[in-house]
């Protein structure tokens, strides 16, 4: 457990710009910056991070908040782990108590893959380094391939051991399980139910998250069995989903930012290579398609993709369906074919990096032209091959989200094909036809049982129900304390504690009044309280921290929250929902300006909430039939309907025009 003062100081040091820009590129906006949020798929940045309150937010799915809450959720982390993460990027160190064999046990199951992965990951660089096996196979074959150790260091490459079972052994001394050793995929179980090493006797690339953590390794043998993989890799897990990592990205994201393009290739070593060659804007998809969040995740550093190809026809036909995934995203993409018998791999390592630079600047073309003339070469002299290649080359027009990138294309490949354009765009409209056609119905079988749902719950008459009306008004005061909690305000009554009507002789008394209190206090003086837990445990804390001391901020204390729950929803609250243009911003007034008008109407417009529930709930027994036969139950009820009748209008003409919070 991390103490509250070592929290406190990893809060105070993180500065959520810093943070942010690992895993988004961010742009000048005004006092802000803006870029595309991380957490859903757009193409107009929305996403805001605002340096002065040391938040972020998206304006469209409206997730955000300090450093630690957009950790914990982009990268599923624990708040712990966030606060880990954080302390290793500033240098805070962080003591913790050596943990028990049962604290062991019950440690977070992803915590616990994690913790693995990073022993198994030293284990192999140790192994390459320190041991004669691993100095004379693994470090050799990877000097064999020009690599220089600064580069073996940065990839953290590593080697297993020949024997199957050293691994597993010495992981079960050092104290990790065999259930995690199995799931993290780093081993499996033979039949007599020994562990053996999965990559035993070969080379090591471990594969990394964008934020650093190891959550995946690649093997390739060193022997030249032939019924063996050329490379065996980690399988997925909790904490590893191959469709949503890219080999290099952790190295290289500076780079791409920097470069504001990335070069995708294929393999481990076709990363590594480039990178040694002085290239670092790389990144591999390991052998696999492209898939949608492995294209999403490059899509938060860069605009510009080039496709590194090694001029194997069947491959890289095989691969054009991820490059329509591409185009779809509205990124610009360009390929390079290297020469007959070229890879990445070994084309960095013959030529320099200015070289490698001027030669994908000369050879590099767009990805339509080169498509265009790639599936041409099949088509000469077959009308039936050449109408495909025409369907095929503007379905990938198709997906292209700009109408004029899309028009610019439309004339270029009319003129690459030898038709006329009307013939490109009838085909083009009827392919979105087509894919529209084909999209609509999941939606509206997804409306249907969406519908179908919200029908049950509408049945249910239970407390939740109940609860989930009510949260407005609560959400609404609880945003008030996040807010406001600490700034006064000002309430003017009678001597004996009754609203002033400015018709006696003795002058009214004016109170100032933290905004909290003021709360807390008008709630107990109705016998009333909020209904949630964790807003009745804010509205406390409030009070507690204003009466131990009076300089306490409300909104700070409660977005570096040691609950993450408390964090989350301070972060939520405590930002307006929309921007505002110029002109509202002008004519709006801040709440916090407007205090004694728009506090005392909340709390009215919550104790309104609370008699209509009761008001409801005697109504519903004032109808049962049976009531009749017991006719003292009855004029109690009724009694205390109209009581209750006459609180309710009694609020109702205090309420007057509703006041909206922005």
Same mark, same amino acid.
């Given at each position: 457990?991390?103490?509250?003062?070592?929290?406190q100081?990893?809060?105070?040091?993180?500065?959520?710009?810093?943070?942010?820009?690992?895993?988004?590129?961010?742009?000048?906006?005004?006092?802000?910056?803006?870029g595309?949020?991380?957490?859903?798929?757009?193409k107009?940045?929305?996403f805001?991070?605002?340096?002065?309150k040391?938040?972020?937010?998206?304006?469209?799915c409206?997730?955000?908040?300090?450093?630690?809450?957009?950790l914990?959720?982009?990268?599923?982390?624990?708040?712990?782990?966030?606060?880990?993460?954080?302390?290793?990027?500033?240098?805070i160190?962080?003591?913790?108590?050596e943990?028990?064999?049962?604290?062991?046990?019950?440690?977070?199951?992803r915590?616990?893959?994690?913790?693995?992965?990073e022993?198994?990951n030293q284990?192999?660089?140790?192994?390459?380094?320190n041991?004669?096996?691993?100095?004379?196979?693994?470090?050799?074959?990877?000097?064999?391939?020009?690599?220089?150790?600064e580069?073996i260091?940065r990839?953290h490459?590593?080697?297993?051991?020949e024997?199957?079972t050293t691994?597993?052994?010495?992981?079960?001394a050092?104290?990790?399980t065999?259930?995690?050793?199995t799931k993290?995929g780093?081993?499996?179980?033979?039949?007599?139910?020994?562990?053996?090493?999965?990559?035993?006797g070969r %080379? $090591?690339?471990p594969?990394y998250?964008?934020?650093?953590? =190891?959550v /995946?390794?690649g #093997?390739?043998i +060193?022997?030249?069995?032939?019924?063996?993989s050329?490379?065996?890799?980690s399988?997925e897990?909790?904490?590893?989903?191959k469709?949503?990592?890219l080999?290099?990205?952790?190295?290289?994201?500076?780079?791409?930012?920097?470069?504001?393009?990335?070069?995708l290739?294929e393999?481990?070593?076709? %990363? $590594?290579?480039?990178?040694?060659?002085?290239?670092e804007? =790389?990144? /591999?998809s390991? #052998?696999t398609? +492209?898939?949608?969040?492995q294209?999403?995740?490059?899509?938060?550093f860069?605009?510009h993709?080039?496709?590194?190809?090694?001029?194997d026809?069947a491959g890289?036909?095989?691969?054009?369906?991820?490059?329509?995934?591409?185009?779809?995203?509205?990124?610009t993409?360009?390929v390079?074919l290297?020469?007959?018998?070229?890879d990445?791999?070994?084309?960095a390592?013959?030529?320099?990096?200015?070289e490698?630079?001027q030669?994908?600047?000369?050879h590099q073309?767009?990805?339509?032209k080169f498509k265009?003339?790639?599936?041409q070469?099949?088509?000469?002299?077959?009308p039936?091959?050449?109408?495909?290649?025409?369907?095929?080359?503007?379905?990938?027009v198709?997906?292209?989200p700009?109408?004029?990138?899309?028009?610019?294309?439309?004339?270029?490949?009319?003129?690459?094909?030898?038709?006329?354009?009307?013939?490109?765009?009838?085909?083009?409209?009827?392919q979105?036809?087509?894919r529209?056609?084909?999209?609509v119905?999941?939606?509206?079988?997804?409306?249907?049982?969406a519908?179908?749902?919200?029908?049950t719950?509408?049945?249910?008459?239970?407390?939740?129900?109940?609860?989930?009306?009510?949260?407005k008004?609560e959400?609404?005061?609880?945003?008030i304390?996040?807010?406001?909690g600490?700034?006064?305000?000002?309430?003017i009554?009678?001597?004996d504690g009754?609203p002033?009507?400015?018709?006696?002789?003795e002058?009214?008394?004016?109170?100032?009044?933290?905004?909290?209190?003021f709360?807390?206090?008008?709630?107990?003086?109705?016998?009333m309280?909020?209904r949630?837990?964790?807003?009745r445990?804010?509205?406390?804390?409030?009070?507690?921290?204003?009466?131990?001391?009076?300089?306490?901020?409300?909104l700070?204390?409660?977005?570096?929250?040691p609950?993450?729950s408390?964090?989350?929803?301070?972060?939520?609250?405590?930002?307006d929902?929309v921007?505002l243009?110029?002109?509202?911003?002008?004519?709006?007034?801040?709440?916090?300006?407007?205090?004694?008008?728009v506090?005392?109407?909340?709390?009215?417009?919550?104790?309104?909430?609370?008699?209509?529930?009761?008001?409801?709930?005697?109504?519903?027994?004032?109808?049962?039939?049976?009531?009749?036969?017991?006719?003292q139950e009855?004029?109690?009820?009724m009694?205390?309907?109209?009581?209750?009748?006459?609180?309710?209008?009694?609020?109702?003409?205090?309420?007057?025009?509703r006041?909206?919070?922005r």
């Amino acid at each position: 457990m991390i103490d509250h003062q070592t929290v406190q100081r990893i809060l105070d040091a993180a500065d959520i710009v810093d943070v942010v820009k690992e895993f988004v590129t961010l742009h000048k906006a005004g006092v802000n910056y803006k870029g595309l949020c991380p957490f859903h798929h757009e193409k107009t940045p929305s996403f805001t991070v605002s340096p002065a309150k040391q938040v972020c937010k998206c304006f469209s799915c409206g997730k955000g908040g300090n450093a630690v809450n957009f950790l914990m959720q982009l990268e599923q982390m624990t708040y712990p782990e966030a606060l880990k993460w954080l302390a290793k990027k500033y240098h805070i160190e962080v003591k913790e108590k050596e943990l028990t064999d049962e604290e062991k046990q019950t440690q977070n199951e992803r915590e616990s893959m994690f913790a693995l992965n990073e022993w198994v990951n030293q284990y192999f660089q140790d192994t390459l380094h320190n041991n004669v096996d691993g100095v004379a196979r693994g470090l050799g074959y990877f000097r064999q391939r020009g690599f220089r150790d600064e580069i073996i260091h940065r990839f953290h490459l590593g080697f297993s051991p020949e024997q199957p079972t050293t691994l597993p052994e010495a992981a079960l001394a050092h104290g990790f399980t065999k259930e995690y050793l199995t799931k993290t995929g780093v081993c499996y179980e033979v039949e007599n139910g020994k562990l053996h090493d999965r990559f035993h006797g070969r %080379v $090591i690339f471990p594969v990394y998250t964008v934020s650093g953590k =190891v959550v /995946a390794f690649g #093997g390739r043998i +060193l022997s030249s069995e032939k019924k063996a993989s050329k490379y065996v890799n980690s399988p997925e897990s909790l904490i590893y989903n191959k469709s949503n990592e890219l080999y290099g990205l952790y190295q290289g994201k500076n780079a791409i930012v920097k470069e504001d393009c990335c070069y995708l290739v294929e393999g481990y070593t076709d %990363v $590594i290579s480039m990178h040694q060659c002085g290239i670092e804007n =790389v990144v /591999a998809s390991s #052998g696999t398609s +492209l898939t949608e969040g492995q294209i999403r995740l490059l899509h938060r550093f860069t605009n510009h993709i080039t496709v590194l190809y090694d001029g194997d026809a069947a491959g890289i036909k095989a691969s054009l369906r991820g490059i329509d995934m591409l185009l779809a995203e509205g990124l610009t993409i360009k390929v390079l074919l290297l020469p007959d018998g070229e890879d990445p791999d070994s084309f960095a390592r013959k030529h320099r990096s200015d070289e490698f630079r001027q030669y994908i600047q000369d050879h590099q073309v767009d990805f339509i032209k080169f498509k265009t003339n790639l599936l041409q070469n099949d088509a000469q002299g077959d009308p039936i091959k050449r109408a495909e290649l025409i369907s095929d080359v503007v379905k990938s027009v198709s997906y292209i989200p700009n109408d004029v990138v899309r028009q610019m294309y439309i004339t270029e490949c009319a003129q690459l094909l030898s038709v006329t354009e009307s013939l490109i765009v009838n085909e083009l409209n009827k392919q979105l036809r087509q894919r529209r056609n084909g999209e609509v119905e999941k939606p509206n079988r997804e409306e249907q049982a969406a519908a179908d749902e919200i029908a049950t719950k509408e049945k249910k008459t239970d407390a939740s129900l109940i609860e989930s009306i009510e949260s407005k008004e609560e959400r609404l005061l609880i945003t008030i304390v996040i807010r406001y909690g600490n700034l006064p305000m000002t309430w003017i009554e009678e001597p004996d504690g009754t609203p002033a009507t400015h018709t006696e002789t003795e002058a009214p008394t004016a109170m100032t009044i933290p905004v909290a209190e003021f709360i807390l206090q008008d709630l107990e003086n109705d016998g009333m309280m909020l209904r949630s837990a964790r807003y009745r445990q804010i509205l406390m804390e409030a009070v507690e921290q204003i009466r131990q001391n009076p300089s306490w901020s409300s909104l700070p204390y409660f977005r570096n929250h040691p609950d993450a729950s408390i964090s989350q929803l301070a972060c939520e609250l405590g930002e307006d929902l929309v921007e505002l243009s110029t002109n509202q911003r002008a004519q709006y007034v801040e709440v916090k300006y407007r205090l004694e008008e728009v506090v005392p109407r909340i709390l009215h417009d919550f104790k309104h909430a609370i008699i209509k529930e009761k008001l409801n709930e005697l109504l519903a027994k004032l109808r049962d039939p049976q009531l009749m036969s017991r006719p003292q139950e009855y004029e109690a009820l009724m009694k205390e309907y109209m009581e209750f009748s006459a609180i309710e209008r009694q609020i109702a003409q205090l309420l007057g025009d509703r006041i909206i919070l922005r």
